[in-house]
């Protein structure tokens, strides 16, 4: 009853392993290791049985053989199980990491919202220290855009803040972080950059949203835009005073040009 209550356990963990693990080098390995052990398990139970004269000798390696070779398959199989769980896990890992971000990602336009923002401007303050580098923030707000809403309608004012957003993309360094505060205001992150440096690429956004001449998808007219751009150098500011010092910049910025106007 022993042995064959054994030869029943080993053919029902072949019958898991076959039902529960997709087909693979893996599953191969544990297959073949189990068949050797229920085969030799069933050797031992035969013999309760039928009696074969001790001179056969190729009986007992029959009996004797198969349980190494099914204990180095089995070895094998483990092994490559083994790093098999390690690869998922990092997946695992990395999708639960990209999932998370994911949520701090703007619902419109394909960039970070005001959460993401706030998350890599602490890493950039921490870093920017560290290194000894300065680090720059742009804020760029389209005029009157609520008077194109208004307009055109929402959708239309969307479909033109994914365009715009796309626009500066263009126009930035492959290091620069660009984020969607709220509505149509835009952060952007410039690491190692000095002020001479960001005043000159704030130059160069609100003259590409300036040159942007955008027609309507309804009647087909021409929608010309401008944008406003403050800059503020990183100094002793955690996240959110850079932020506020930030949007105070761009506020007193519009208001001089309206006075202008």
């Not at 076959?18 to 599953?27: F, K, Q």
Request: overall charge neutral; aromatic content about 8%.
């Amino acid at each position: 009853m022993s042995e064959g209550g054994m030869v029943i356990l080993a053919l029902f963990w072949l019958a898991l392993l076959l039902r529960s693990r997709p087909a693979g080098r893996v599953t191969q390995l544990l297959a073949l290791g189990l068949c050797a052990i229920a085969f030799s398990w069933s050797m031992d139970f035969m013999d309760e049985f039928i009696h074969m004269p001790s001179t056969l000798i190729w009986h007992n390696w029959l009996e004797s053989m198969p349980i190494p070779l099914a204990l180095v398959l089995l070895s094998f199989g483990i092994y490559h199980w083994h790093q098999e769980e390690i690869a998922i896990s990092a997946q695992m890992v990395k999708r639960e990491r990209y999932f998370r971000e994911h949520r701090l990602f703007d619902k419109l336009i394909p960039i970070g919202g005001a959460a993401y923002l706030k998350k890599q401007l602490k890493l950039s303050l921490n870093e920017s220290k560290k290194q000894q580098q300065p680090l720059a923030l742009i804020a760029i707000d389209l005029d009157d855009f609520n008077v194109i809403n208004r307009l055109y309608g929402v959708e239309e004012g969307d479909h033109i803040l994914q365009l715009v957003c796309q626009l500066l993309l263009l126009n930035l360094r492959d290091e620069d972080l660009i984020c969607r505060l709220a509505g149509d205001r835009f952060i952007v992150l410039l690491h190692n950059t000095n002020e001479a440096d960001a005043k000159q690429l704030s130059l160069d956004l609100q003259n590409a949203v300036a040159s942007f001449a955008y027609r309507t998808k309804a009647h087909h007219q021409r929608v010309y835009l401008s944008a406003t751009c403050a800059i503020t150098m990183a100094k002793t500011d955690d996240s959110d005073s850079l932020i506020k010092r930030l949007n105070l910049q761009l506020s007193q910025d519009k208001q001089r040009v309206v006075a202008a106007s």
